[in-house]
Every structure is written in C-alpha cells, then in structure tokens.
C-alpha cells in the first residue's frame, strides 16, 4: 500500500528546489542565500513531517557561516519543534544576535513554485523591515515578536 503523504512530500520536495538556488542540504532542510540591491539573507525551507507544515525562515546571511552550522540547523529545528511564526533572534556563543523572521505553510499536492515563491517574497520583505527596524542604533526593543 502506497502512502499519499510520501508522495505530496515528493512534490513538496521538487517544488522547493524549483523556487531555490540550494546551497546546502541536510535532510527535508533547505538552505538558499538571496542577495539583491537591498538584502543578503539565508533562506532555510524545512518540511516538517509530524505537522505537514513547510517552515521557511529567513535570518542574517552570518548564520550560514561555517562556524555558526550548528546554530543554524539546532535553531531551525527549535523554531520547527516550537511552531511559532514570526521574530525570532538567536544568541550566538560570542553574543552576537541573529535576526530571524519565521512563517508556516501547508504541504500539499497543489502547492505550486508560484505559491511558493510568492511566500518566499513576503518573508524576505518582512525580513527586510523589520531588519532595517532592528539594527544597531534602532529604537527597537530587545523583543523581538512581531505581529
């Protein structure tokens, strides 16, 4: 007997390497760097199987530095356990922060790249202001929830 969620998985999968330049793979996790005039960002896709959700975050493009690897997939995978949308920042070992922004999607057969790059767009946007709103010698406040 054949499982239908592998094969909505299946086509989840071949969607998201459609919408991204792919830099890195680990698993049903993602990674993209976007850089335009304005942004350079990383870009980290993950199914989520026990949710059947699809979580993209966007972060500061530090975080794919090699030596922040381990930071970024254990805090891909506490956002993903968490389920929470939206700011998040990430403490590193040397107290620099990392700002990322998170949002959810359902996996389904009908998920097409245009949804897809369509969410892709909004959370690089949301990334983007509220990143300019919380840069050093912004007003902004140490929490970052946004709503």
């Known amino acids: 007997m054949t499982n239908p969620h592998a094969h909505t998985m299946q086509h989840c999968r071949e969607v998201i390497k459609a919408c991204l330049n792919i830099v890195e793979e680990r698993g049903d996790t993602y990674v993209a760097i976007h850089k335009d005039e304005d942004t350079e960002c990383v870009v ?9 959700i699809m979580s993209v975050i ?3 493009k530090i975080l794919f ?3 922040h690897e381990a930071d970024m997939y254990r805090s891909a995978n506490e956002l993903n356990s968490e389920s929470v949308a939206g700011w998040h920042t990430l ?14 999607i359902w996996m389904s057969d ?8 369509d969410i892709l767009c909004q ?3 949301e990334y983007r202001y509220g990143r300019a709103r919380l840069s050093p010698g912004s007003s902004a406040s140490s ?4 709503t």
Not at 44 to 51: E, F, G, P
């Open 44 to 52: 980290l896709v993950s199914m989520i199987r026990s949710y059947r």
């Open 58 to 60: 966007v972060a500061d």
């Open 65 to 67: 530095a090699k030596e």
């Open 91 to 104: 403490v590193l070992t040397d107290s620099n922060s990392i700002y990322m922004y998170r949002q959810c």
């Open 110 to 117: 009908t998920l097409s790249p245009d949804y897809l790059m």
């Open 123 to 125: 959370c690089i946007a």
């Open 143 to 146: 929490t970052q929830e946004h």
